[in-house]
């Protein structure tokens, strides 16, 4: 049976006359922690019957006691009866049966987010993160694809947390497809919400680019990363040679598995704990992770090693992190050399309860266990564990290492858990060590540069390949038509990036790229690779994205808007006005989440996928929205004081006199203030 025949059976609609064979977990995959959302009886009726909703009556006999059984057993009903068969992965654009060829780049991106090979947990429909969920169930894949498959150009697809609503009526230049992961109001939306409303099937957690069907496997923190070392080098080190320079971390699984692939490029000592066999062996077959060990002798010996020769290299060590801290720590002490220069953590703290923190006290199998059976102990060893974590990360930093929480929600959750991580005579949620994006990254994103993505919808490396080689030449162009120095060494990364991407072979799953770029660098990107496909130089569409972690898209205040200074760090207008102004300005498909990288409740953020198809049409719907998709950041960080982005905004403003925005003045006698207040007082 030929590939079209199998996809056009996946569009067809639920496979109900007759239902697929039942289907149990299959344990030669990994498989999501199961949780234990503390149903009451009330509930427990609720969650099936909202189940077995998307099935004719006469299948209920047989789905109501499987369904029961998942709820009782996994804590949702994830209905693997439904699981499909065919491979799941980004066909071609053209295999996929449809009427618009919009709705086809969707079911492309949708299928590379459950590919096993991206995929952390495929069986549970979980991208990444732990709990970052594309769908909720497996009916809502078949319903989705089924509605995807007979869009029309004047229709557009709505999805409530995983739920296809369904198709209604819009018109050409609306988005084909909008969706809204885990929207609450504000009062009901605590972790405990969360568990008992998931389980409910009536909401999810989408993570940032796992419920917009953008993720492009690890590849996509990649560049970020190394960016991050890169710029980290630069701030705390004085220096842009990383050779034999130490960085220290956590994570080896979803988007934590670049951090060994930046190691190398970086040309650092790259040593990653990993508790997981399973996700550091992923790693290491992908040729990311140069070596493995689960002996800290062998560590502690291969760490001086590499220091003395300057080798580049990634270490993995499989093993608790805590236990890799803890060692450091104690080598410190010993003989009073710090073998650490620059270290972060990258576990997933926003989940911390679910298996995104594993604590060092107990194997990963016994976690596992105890996540199921006895929470509460759990809670408890996890918050050990941290508060031990810290306790050796700090000895460190004292001797001079420097330290900086990746957006993961590690200090937040660390300083819950009663770790010495706050800073000294500072108000509550001002923590010891920096936000990356607080001290690293923030800049960046002031002078409108974030994780711009491509796909090649053709499935061609060669496509690929073109549009590495079209990015060269856009930037240098940029580049040679001169750029002000403040953003000239950003350029020159993100020239040497695009230069070398091809050779580090970081594809995983879809034809994808990463290049971080500000406005104008985004809009001729667009505009090159739009006249590429119109020519036939490009072999199909490509897809636009980005992370939803840039300039615009996310209010995250221990994260992307940590450096936000006006008091506003604690308000999302900005992501959600981004995701509107992307709607009306010509994406193909727009979202907006709650929750992404630091938790459930933390954090507002929205995306966007928008097609090239070699139109007229094409090249001004991503002038128009990419020039928004920037600008709304810019304006938002100049007017919170931000004097990075007021330069950076007024450069747009002078190239486009149709931009007009408000520029703060700001107070420059401060004793003006003392006066006033002490007047009113």
Avoid at 58 to 75: D, I, N, T, W
Avoid at 661 to 671: A, C, G, L, M, T
Wanted: a negative charge; aromatic letters at 8%.
């Amino acid at each position: 049976m030929s590939t079209m025949a199998t996809l056009k059976e996946l569009c067809s609609g639920l496979p109900v006359d007759p239902i697929p064979q039942e289907r149990t977990r299959d344990p030669n995959v990994p498989h999501a922690p199961n949780r234990r959302p503390d149903l009451s009886p009330h509930d427990q009726r609720l969650a099936l019957r909202n189940a077995l909703r998307y099935f004719p009556q006469s299948c209920h006999e047989v789905l109501a006691p499987e369904f029961a059984k998942e709820l009782h057993e996994y804590g949702h009903i994830y209905m693997y009866r439904f699981r499909p068969v065919l491979a799941m992965k980004a066909y071609p654009i053209e295999e996929y049966p449809c009427n618009c060829q919009q709705a086809a780049a969707i079911m492309h991106m949708m299928m590379n987010n459950l590919d096993p090979a991206v995929a952390q947990f495929p069986h549970e429909l979980v991208t990444y993160g732990g709990n970052g969920q594309v769908l909720s169930n497996w009916a809502q894949f078949w319903l989705a694809m089924s509605y995807l498959s007979q869009m029309t150009d004047d229709q557009t697809l709505v999805m409530y947390s995983g739920h296809p609503m369904g198709l209604h009526p819009s018109s050409p230049s609306s988005p084909r497809l909008v969706i809204t992961n885990g929207m609450m109001v504000p009062n009901y939306s605590s972790r405990e919400d969360y568990e008992r409303l998931f389980a409910l099937g009536v909401t999810m957690y989408g993570q940032m680019t796992a419920g917009s069907y953008c993720y492009i496997g690890p590849q996509g923190i990649v560049h970020g990363t190394t960016l991050t070392v890169l710029n980290a080098a630069r701030k705390y080190l004085g220096s842009n040679v990383l050779r034999g320079k130490v960085y220290v971390t956590s994570g080896l699984g979803g988007m934590s598995g670049a951090q060994a692939k930046a190691a190398t490029i970086s040309g650092c000592i790259g040593v990653i704990a990993e508790a997981s066999k399973e996700a550091l062996m992923k790693r290491y077959r992908q040729g990311w992770l140069l070596e493995m060990t689960s002996n800290l002798d062998h560590c502690m010996t291969r760490i001086r090693s590499a220091r003395d020769a300057e080798e580049t290299l990634s270490l993995g060590y499989h093993g608790n992190v805590v236990d890799l801290w803890e060692r450091l720590a104690m080598e410190y002490e010993r003989t009073g050399e710090c073998l650490v220069d620059l270290a972060s953590d990258q576990t997933s703290c926003h989940n911390p309860y679910g298996g995104g923190y594993y604590p060092v006290q107990v194997s990963v199998e016994e976690s596992d266990r105890l996540i199921e059976t006895d929470p509460n102990r759990f809670r408890s060893l996890v918050q050990e564990s941290l508060r031990r974590q810290v306790a050796a990360i700090n000895t460190l930093t004292d001797a001079g290492m420097k330290f900086w929480d990746y957006g993961n929600a590690f200090l937040l959750e660390a300083s819950r858990a009663g770790a010495d991580v706050c800073a000294t005579d500072a108000p509550p949620g001002q923590f010891r060590y920096p936000s990356y994006v607080q001290d690293i990254m923030g800049e960046i994103f002031s002078m409108g540069f974030g994780p711009f993505r491509w796909v090649c919808a053709s499935g061609l490396a060669s496509d690929l390949a073109t549009t590495d080689r079209l990015a060269m030449e856009v930037l240098n162009a940029i580049v040679a038509s001169g750029v002000p120095e403040y953003v000239q060494q950003q350029y020159a990364d993100n020239i040497l990036w695009i230069r070398e991407a091809g050779k580090h072979e970081m594809v995983v799953g879809s034809q994808a790229r990463i290049l971080y770029s500000d406005r104008q660098g985004r809009i001729a990107l667009a505009v090159a690779f739009n006249k590429a496909i119109a020519s036939g130089e490009l072999k199909g569409p490509v897809i636009l994205s980005r992370d939803h972690h840039d300039v615009s898209g996310t209010d995250s205040p221990y994260r992307e808007t940590s450096n936000i200074t006006d008091g506003s760090m604690f308000c999302a207008d900005m992501a959600v006005q981004n995701v509107i102004g992307d709607s009306f300005r010509g994406a193909t498909w727009v979202a907006v989440h709650n929750g992404g990288g630091v938790g459930w409740g933390e954090v507002v953020n929205g995306g966007f996928g928008l097609v090239l198809d070699g139109s007229e049409d094409a090249a001004k719907r991503a002038s128009s929205m990419l020039e928004w998709d920037v600008c709304n950041g810019i304006s938002r960080r100049s007017w919170a004081g931000n004097s990075t982005a007021e330069t950076t905004l007024r450069r747009a403003m002078a190239a486009n006199p149709k931009l007009q925005i408000s520029i703060p003045h700001e107070v420059k006698d401060e004793s003006l203030l003392d006066c006033a207040l002490g007047q009113s007082a």
